[in-house]
């Protein structure tokens, strides 16, 4: 199973969620109100990383082989931390559970401005796979490409991703209104530009139409037949943010060849 860019809350089950209620001074009993404002929760570096390692953890003990997840570091500056103490507290989270599990996994940051990019450059490829840009961010865009730092571009709310598109993104999300645009579309069937989607259906059509979808939730991927699956994870797997030695451990492991971590 194959993560691309997971928000870290569907890592983070009740008891979890109580957890950082109680490290908060709260009931842990309001841990299902917190459900979907975790963020609130997140405001010390201790609770940052608890939530990250707890965030992989549940991911690769519940059949993920590689997992990228994603945070807006901006949501956690309530009680003055800043921006560098967020994301360093997020990998250092990330390291713990990694040599736990000894499964590979990294983070995606959503960066609202350009000092975002430039800060999470330091961290490339030790702990930060990339970042998440919107698709009017042409600056960041440019950043980006003189940096070599990957970047996943959100169409969320864009007629076409045209010009975007001319940035080279790693991979594109929230696209099912730009690929409206048959420019658009002509352009990521030439480009096969990997398309996150999070339903199978979605996956499927995309598939048809001479597009390149891959599914963003690992999970929804055991919903697949076995041919139609293992092709699902090849997609996945040469989606992700990592180096090509890596990619063909990840595929070995799906093909059989080596066993998993927890095998060994």
Request: hydrophobic share 40%; charged share 25%; aromatic share 6%.
């Amino acid at each position: 199973m194959i993560d691309l860019d997971i928000p870290y809350a569907l890592g983070l089950d009740e008891d979890t969620i109580s957890r950082l209620c109680k490290s908060n001074h709260l009931p842990g009993e309001l841990a299902a109100s917190y459900k979907y404002k975790v963020d609130e929760l997140l405001q010390t570096a201790e609770a940052i990383a608890y939530a990250f390692n707890s965030a992989f953890f549940y991911r690769h003990n519940h059949g993920s082989d590689y997992s990228e997840i994603a945070f807006n570091p901006n949501r956690h500056l309530a009680n003055g931390l800043s921006p560098k103490t967020v994301v360093e507290a997020a990998i250092a989270g990330l390291e713990a559970e990694k040599s736990e599990t000894k499964k590979p996994g990294q983070l995606l940051i959503e960066a609202d401005d350009l000092p975002r990019c430039e800060l999470c450059l330091p961290y490339l490829g030790k702990g930060v796979a990339g970042v998440i840009l919107k698709a009017k961010q042409t600056t960041e865009m440019e950043y980006c490409l003189a940096h070599s730092l990957p970047f996943i571009l959100d169409l969320a709310g864009e007629k076409n991703g045209r010009a975007a598109l001319r940035y080279n993104p790693t991979r594109i999300k929230n696209a099912d209104e730009a690929i409206g645009d048959a420019l658009t579309k002509s352009l990521l069937s030439a480009l096969q530009t990997p398309i996150e989607v999070n339903e199978i259906s979605a996956f499927l059509t995309y598939m048809k139409q001479g597009l390149n979808p891959v599914l963003a939730d690992g999970v929804k991927s055991q919903e697949l037949y076995p041919d139609l699956r293992k092709e699902c994870l090849r997609h996945q797997i040469h989606a992700a943010m990592l180096d090509n030695d890596q990619k063909e451990y990840l595929k070995e492991i799906v093909d059989g060849i080596n066993p998993r971590p927890e095998e060994i």
